[in-house]
């Protein structure tokens, strides 16, 4: 794997560092149990090492059994808004409604082929600048499903012509384009700024694209998701203050992953991510979430995904390495691979977790049982969402003991490897099913335009 250790190098400490999510918690295994755990487990480590893990995986280097280790607003189109839309406003301005059949996550029905850039009303035409306002300009990628797209242009242009830009460059995406694409279009056309409008899958394709360029990307929440936009903290029922900080606004440099993904095939593709990836259960409950559902109560359809994944849920082994650690084995449900924390409904995966820290967070979710599972939600609701906001909750969670059933681990990327396929997902978006996913982090390598003031400590 890369960042594995050379054979001349002295090796390195054996556990990687404790998470501080892991050493609140007062006791661990100790040195006696870290020994018994590597030789009872070296006969299997030898068999996955050399038989079962693809070719060309890298990994070098000793074994750990993990198992055994310590590592120390809703929108306003969303249902239970009050109110019908009117039937005659919903017509306009052609007199059709348009009910939009169920589409995949951050598509345009109906349109296939790439994305296209469009003018004010909507038409594949580029829109002239009739008062020779000069440079700078900004483009608007959006997803026509997820926003009000004539509101929405209109609220962009209105702002862009305050501010004195030229008229603002408009894209939207498609089937076959997500937005990264045509991110890319604008960006040779020298755009100033980039705001992107769709949803969570919109916003990671259109960062893909973005990431190393310099230029300020600005997030207009749109979609049920909006998981970038609620751990940045930002308004998430006032387009008009996010639009305006692409003109008049502050920034910040936050990290993005990329995850390499090895097919069983042996193709290799590479894919962004600014929220969280994983392999295992979380993906395959991605993959069962019914989109109409989705449509209908956003993430909450997530639920009905959890009920469809849980009965066939296998525990899998999973061979992983940090960059210039030592290659560990455990058995896991779930592994994810996160840049930010929190999660809808309040919930807190990683407390610790930033956006602008240089590391990558790596969750284990390994529960033994429906015990375990109970000790998964307790940890990820009532001690990371409840306890940890009070000195006397942190308290009672030092002195209990660690159970085991979620991990942590830090470091600036990780590699994940198994002996037969797993499905995969980036920001909430499945990927498929690979055997080897590499992850690597770009510290400070996109720049995010946020309302004047907007308080970033913490993020």
């Not at 035409?125 to 440079?135: C, F, I, L, Q, V």
């Not at 973005?210 to 903290?233: H, K, Q």
Request: aromatic share 4%; charged share 30%.
């Amino acid at each position: 794997m890369p960042g594995g250790q050379n054979d001349n190098e002295e090796a390195p400490d054996r556990a990687d560092p404790p998470h501080p999510s892991d050493a609140v918690y007062s006791d661990g295994p100790d040195e006696p149990e870290l020994e018994a755990a590597d030789e009872e487990l070296a006969e299997q480590t030898e068999e996955i090492a050399e038989g079962d893990l693809p070719e060309g995986d890298g990994m070098t280097g000793d074994l750990l059994d993990d198992e055994e280790m310590d590592s120390g607003t809703t929108s306003s189109n969303a249902p239970g808004s009050t109110g019908a839309p009117d039937p005659t406003e919903a017509a306009a301005p052609d007199d059709v409604i348009r009910e939009p059949d169920d589409v995949e996550p951050d598509t345009t029905d109906g349109e296939e082929g790439e994305a296209r850039r469009v003018s004010a009303e909507g038409e594949p035409a580029p829109m002239a600048d009739t008062e020779g306002r000069p440079s700078p300009k900004a483009a608007l990628v959006y997803n026509p499903i997820k926003v009000d797209a004539d509101d929405l242009r209109a609220r962009v242009e209105r702002a862009a012509k305050e501010a004195g830009w030229s008229e603002p460059l408009f894209y939207e995406t498609t089937v076959d384009d997500l937005g990264d694409d045509v991110t890319r279009q604008a960006l040779k056309e020298g755009v100033t700024a980039v705001l992107v409008a769709g949803g969570d899958g919109t916003v990671r394709a259109v960062a893909e694209a973005m990431t190393g360029t310099g230029v300020p990307l600005t997030i207009v929440p749109s979609g049920t998701g909006n998981l970038l936009a609620r751990n940045l903290l930002l308004p998430l029922d006032n387009p008009d203050a996010m639009i305006r900080a692409t003109f008049d606004g502050d920034s910040l440099a936050m990290d993005v992953g990329f995850a390499s993904l090895r097919r069983e095939d042996g193709k290799v593709d590479e894919h962004a991510f600014v929220v969280m990836g994983g392999m295992g259960l979380d993906a395959a409950m991605i993959a069962n979430t019914n989109p109409k559902l989705k449509k209908q109560v956003g993430w909450v359809a997530y639920v009905d995904g959890v009920a469809r994944s849980l009965p066939a849920a296998k525990p899998f082994r999973l061979m992983y390495q940090l960059p210039q650690r030592r290659i560990h084995a455990a058995r896991v449900q779930s592994v994810l691979f996160a840049n930010c924390g929190s999660l809808p409904a309040g919930l807190e995966l990683i407390p610790e977790a930033s956006v602008a820290d240089g590391n990558l967070d790596i969750v284990f979710i390994q529960p033994k049982g429906l015990l375990g599972w109970i000790f998964v939600w307790r940890r990820v609701a009532w001690d990371n969402s409840f306890l940890r906001r009070f000195r006397s909750g942190r308290r009672v969670m030092a002195l209990r003991t660690k159970d085991n059933a979620v991990r942590y681990s830090r470091g600036l990327g990780v590699d994940l490897a198994t002996s037969e396929p797993h499905p995969v997902q980036l920001d909430g978006d499945e990927f498929g099913e690979a055997a080897q996913v590499r992850v690597r982090l770009e510290p400070a390598s996109l720049l995010l335009a946020l309302p004047r003031g907007h308080k970033v400590e913490g993020l």
